[in-house]
């Protein structure tokens, strides 16, 4: 199969890339549109290092051939906040020692928002049971079962 | 304690911010002009001889660079302790996997394609897969009779004592590999050029390692090597040495093609080339008094070390101080032995043959409470070292340590003993699940043994930026475990500036001096007090210079240095180590001052056995220790944490599987490690007491979780179904045909 032209919305931008129809969505991600803070951890989707939104669903960009996304509306680590304007996720990331070695840490966020999304108010059960499609090596989950928790709040806070 | 304004406080992550957003640059993330990426042909067979390299049709071979043994302009070696790792496989190969020659092309695509189409013909010859083979040296896979290094350590009249026993206990106990699996693969970039030099950007833990080895690689003057760590994605000391391999093969291929070239592992190769924890397997023999007394013990170590010898000495060297765990011993012999198989290497991971012998010591420990009826607790209690006491290396404890202290904070903690009596009365009359909990103490030594530090002789460095921040020059490095944060808490609490203030310098060996390895638990005690020292230099410095007075805020301390910067050039104090008073170490005897300091810690393990499943689950964990002062409570906790659960996937999930020397199950597929629902609540207390020889009282904490959590789970599993089992790790498969077949728990069975 030849070059095919491909268009994406990734974190609210129209991105049009020319490339293999059977091109990984994390290739495309790092590799074309320079957005290299998805991770590859593993390749076969057990990992979820690579872990994005894809009209709003999670998924692992590693399993994903660009075909599929096409017209689709991706958001990764890059869209949830930068610098001044951090996520609440990636605030209590941050403060609750979330984060160690940084490497699981982008799918961990996003895995994290979008759990929050679906249910804003998850106990400790369901936040394990939303993430365990993301593995850490480093902090053996607990500051970032806190962080989850501790998002839940302000993200409460935010909006009384 | 408790003065201090940033020390001790849970300061923010140096680089947690541009971690959280995705923008922290980790070797794969990095692209340079023209780059090539590069990959590796390795050898199917596990030992033989290189008969020949075809290339085979179908594939454009001019568009390649190749690299083979031949190409390599210096020694070709991997430089750690002996010199018997080849860089590539010249003539012989050792182990599967072993790589043989190097591919660089502009397309990353091609690789594979490539990488299958090179032939390697062989004379295949036989091999050695267990370390009993290895022992009966036949045949002989390295040196004169398998052995990579052996000690003897001896400590009273072992011999004479036996005879005063009332009880004699013997056991043996055995633990297999463990792949490290950092989320991060290893990677690498090289470029050269004859006026630059080499330049090697990589995933690593020690620069200097990296540095050494390719300067003996290339045969490069040392200042045109330079060798840069790039964020790194977890290590757990599987970039301690791995990362001199892969770096030495991309600047071969940066050489030879004049070019940048980059070569990143996937997860399969990662898994089934790079180093794993040393197996093991220890026999205890115990004479013990009726009342519970260890009168003596002889100890016999073995580590299964791979195909060269690596970082094996030193793993088995730590391996044998800490086999008789945090006990007083008035007698012990151990003799410990690292022999060559022809599995690839392993290598140092987190605990460094401290959780092989601790494993061994805390599970012959409850078998002796069992021979004795006396209860594991009990028995420990009766035995913990005390102020005064000598370690099993003739160490006098000079610590006002309180190791029972910690023993009734964890039993007290876990609910130990109602649990302990409730859960035997319960068992009796459960069918389908059974509980238990059990407990190990243990302690772990803090930097380099022995004469170590004093070889290393680390040097560190301050400076400040020409806009007036604090910048700490060390070769120490972050790879998730706050080594960036803790050393800036350090120089900014002694400089008296705020935390935000001070930044690291790069990691990168043209800049930094050699503060030695990240590595052994070192970093907080050992290169936080050369910091502190340094820092102190600087300060001095300043105030000598009329620039600054004392009672000074962080903008007067930046205007000052800015000002003196502006005058002078530059602003920079050095420390070099010295080893803390009355320390000496006898390398032939192995008696002496085996570390600075020593972190104490006892866990608590409660477990939920299915006996229809043989499914083990983890219910509560519960983790009490002592590692001077905590810099960090929230770095400190999740280090505890992180290792908890890397114990308990040593313990329960993590097998490597192996056939005829190769890794079947090189993929998080089927090499299990612990989800987010796998892991108990860890609870982590520390009995924090500023006894450490580190900057405000620290000493070394990274490794000591992953020591306890394996010998307590089982000595719980013990507990819930009343049957021993002594290797590491218990699968339910391994269970299943324990509990019905009667067979012994065995190691991974080989395909």
């Known amino acids: 199969m030849s070059v095919q032209h491909y268009s994406l919305v990734v974190n609210g931008e129209l991105k049009r890339v020319a490339t293999h129809p059977m091109a990984r969505l994390l290739d495309v991600l790092r590799c074309d549109l320079l957005l290299t803070g998805t991770k590859e951890g593993c390749g076969e989707g057990e990992c979820g290092a690579c872990s994005v939104l894809l009209n709003g669903e999670l998924v692992n960009s590693c399993l994903i051939p660009v075909a599929q996304a096409d017209g689709a509306e991706i958001e990764t680590v890059e869209g949830l906040g930068a610098n001044e304007q951090l996520h609440a996720v990636q605030r209590a990331f941050l403060e609750c020692g979330g984060a160690q070695c ?11 928002a979008h759990l929050l999304r679906k249910n804003p ?17 480093c902090t053996g989950y607990m500051r970032i079962f806190e962080a989850v928790e ?3 709040t302000s993200v409460g806070e935010e909006r009384a | 304690m408790g003065q201090e304004r940033i020390v001790g406080k849970p300061v923010l992550r140096k680089e947690g911010v541009a971690k959280v957003c995705g923008r922290a640059q980790y070797i794969d993330d990095l692209t340079l002009p023209e780059m090539l990426y590069g990959a590796t042909v390795r050898s199917s067979i596990a030992r033989g001889r290189i008969l020949g390299i075809e290339f085979g049709v179908g594939v454009p071979w001019d568009e390649f660079v190749i690299v083979t043994a031949t190409d390599i302009p210096g020694e070709n070696e991997i430089a750690l302790i002996n010199h018997d790792w080849p860089c590539l496989a010249a003539e012989f190969v050792n182990h599967p996997e072993e790589p043989i020659a190097l591919l660089a092309h502009p397309d990353r695509h091609l690789l594979p394609k490539a990488v299958a189409a090179v032939r390697v013909t062989y ?7 267990s370390m009993e083979e290895s022992e009966r040296a036949d045949p002989v896979v390295w040196g004169k ?3 990579f290094k052996s000690f003897l350590m001896e400590k009273g009249d072992v011999d004479a004592m036996w005879s005063q026993a009332d009880r004699v206990v013997e056991g043996e106990y055995a633990t297999g590999a463990q792949e490290h699996l950092y989320i991060e693969n290893n990677g690498a970039i090289a470029a050269y050029s004859a006026d630059e030099g080499l330049t090697v950007w990589g995933s690593l833990q020690c620069p200097f390692y990296v540095h050494k080895s390719l300067v003996k690689m290339t ?5 045109k090597v330079r060798i840069v760590q790039v964020e790194t994605g977890g290590a757990f000391g599987g970039k301690e040495d791995y990362p001199s391999m892969i770096g030495a093969h991309a600047a071969l291929l940066a050489m030879k093609s004049g070019k940048p070239v980059k070569i990143v592992y996937d997860r399969a190769e990662d898994m089934a080339a790079t180093t794993k924890r040393h197996p093991s397997r220890v026999r205890h023999r115990t004479a013990v008094t009726s009342d519970g007394k260890l009168l003596g013990a002889e100890i016999e170590i073995a580590l299964d070390g791979g195909a060269y010898s690596t970082l094996s000495a030193t793993v088995l060297s730590r391996a044998t101080i800490h086999a008789g765990g945090p006990y007083h011993w008035p007698n012990i012999r151990v003799r410990s032995k690292a022999l060559a198989t022809n599995y690839p290497p392993h290598g140092a991971f987190r605990g460094f043959g401290a959780p092989q012998s601790l494993f061994a010591i805390e599970r012959h420990m409850d078998h002796i409470a069992e021979a004795l009826g006396i209860a594991p607790d009990e028995l420990r209690r009766r035995n913990l070292l005390k102020p005064g006491q000598t370690t099993t290396t003739g160490q006098l404890i000079q610590e006002d340590i309180d190791l029972e202290r910690l023993m009734d904070r964890a039993l007290a903690e876990s609910d130990y003993h109602a649990k302990r009596e409730r859960f035997a009365r319960e068992n009796a009359g459960a069918r389908m699940k059974k509980k238990g909990i059990g407990l190990a103490a243990f302690l772990h030594g803090s930097g380099f043994t022995g004469s170590g530090e004093r070889y290393l002789n680390s040097l560190a460095a301050m400076d400040v930026t020409a806009e007036g921040k604090a910048r700490v020059l060390v070769s120490s490095t972050e790879f998730g475990q706050g080594t960036n944060t803790i050393l800036c808490q350090i120089a900014a609490e002694t400089l008296g500036i705020d935390y935000d203030a001070v930044e690291m310098g790069p990691p990168d060996t043209s800049v930094v001096p050699n503060t030695g390895p990240t590595v052994a638990s070192r970093t907080s005690m050992v290169v936080g007090k050369l910091v502190h020292s340094a820092a102190v230099g600087l300060k001095k410095t300043l105030l000598a210079s009329g620039l600054l007075h004392e009672g000074y805020a962080t903008d007067e301390f930046v205007l000052a240095a800015r000002t003196y910067v502006t005058q002078h050039g530059t602003l920079r104090a050095e420390s070099r180590y010295e080893a803390p008073p009355g320390v000496h170490w006898d390398d032939q005897q192995y008696r002496g001052e085996a570390y600075a300091a020593y972190a104490w810690a006892v866990y608590v393990a409660e477990v939920t056995v299915d006996m229809a499943t043989y499914g083990v689950v983890v219910d509560d964990f519960v983790a ?3 590692v001077g002062r905590v810099l960090n409570p929230v770095l400190a906790t999740g280090q505890i944490e992180g290792g908890v659960a890397q114990g308990i996937g040593w313990a329960l999930y993590e097998k ?6 190769r890794m079947q199950n090189n993929q998080m597929t089927n090499y299990i490690i612990p989800t987010s629902q796998d892991i108990p609540p860890i609870r982590v207390f520390f009995e924090e007491r500023p006894l450490g020889h580190g900057a405000y009282g620290a000493k070394g904490i990274g490794e000591l979780p992953m020591d306890g959590p394996a010998p307590a789970i089982l000595n719980a599993i013990a507990h819930a179904t009343g049957k021993q089992f002594d290797c590491v790790p218990l699968l339910p498969e391994d269970m299943f045909r324990a509990m019905t077949v009667g067979e012994p728990a065995q190691e991974a069975v080989v395909l």
């Open chain 1, 150 to 152: 501790r998002a839940v």
């Open chain 2, 656 to 661: 490597v599987v192996w056939g005829r020397g």
């Open chain 2, 624 to 626: 009490v220790q002592e």
């Open chain 2, 219 to 223: 045969g490069l003057p040392e200042e």
């Open chain 2, 123 to 129: 004379e295949e010859w036989p091999a050695v897969f």
């Open chain 2, 145 to 147: 009779d398998n052995v």
């Open chain 1, 102 to 112: 940084g490497m699981c840490t982008p799918g961990m966020l996003v895995a994290s």
């Open chain 1, 121 to 137: 108010h998850p106990d400790l059960a369901a936040i394990r049971e939303g993430l365990n499609g993301n593995l850490c090596r």
